[in-house]
């Protein structure tokens, strides 16, 4: 399990991981396994830990008074979950976490994570991690007030197919900002193409 850890996080140094910093990370990240449909966080709760998904998939959302759920964000293997804001400032979370299938993870609490940013390997991963984040936070924004919803189911099925493959469409949708019926003609359009 944290073999899988240790080649995410060699990935984006040029230096390996020594011996002592596997120890290090090991005394770090606990193994923690979800069911399909368990909660890793419920609104209202506050973000303990954030998750490297091992293997499994994950999604972050919200849900309206009407019970109509908004999709925020969607993992699988090699990716983070954690509502950011509250693991940050400590606050209740306004979103729900939950395995969409059984995940093994990797968690790591606020602390423990502040205590690593002393190894370099660890702290550069962490800045290249935001950058990205801010990146597609971005992009994400840009097309969500710019870009026709076949745009942006386009651009999300080319660069993310193995999320296609592991969400329901109501769910991709949910993701893309538009209703599951959307999301079948732009599927039947696309198909005719």
Known sequence: MYEILFEYIQKFNSEPVTAAEKELYRAAFSPFKLRRKQYFLQEGSRCKHFA??????????????????????????????????????????IYNIDAWEDTEMLLLSRPNAIGLTSIPGFSNMMHQLDDRNNMANQRRITAAISASAEKRFTEFAECYPEL?????????????GFTKDTMSRLKSKLVRK
Do not use: C
């Not at 990716?79 to 804001?85: I, K, T």
């Not at 296609?164 to 893309?176: H, N, T, V, W």
């Open 52 to 93: 490297f998904i091992i293997k499994g998939a994950m999604r972050l959302y919200t849900v309206d008074e009407t019970g109509t759920e908004y999709v925020a964000r969607l993992g699988i293997e090699n990716w983070w979950m954690g509502d950011r804001e509250s693991w940050v400032m400590n606050s209740p979370s």
């Open 164 to 176: 296609m493959e592991r969400f329901p469409q109501y769910i991709i949708a949910s993701y893309l």
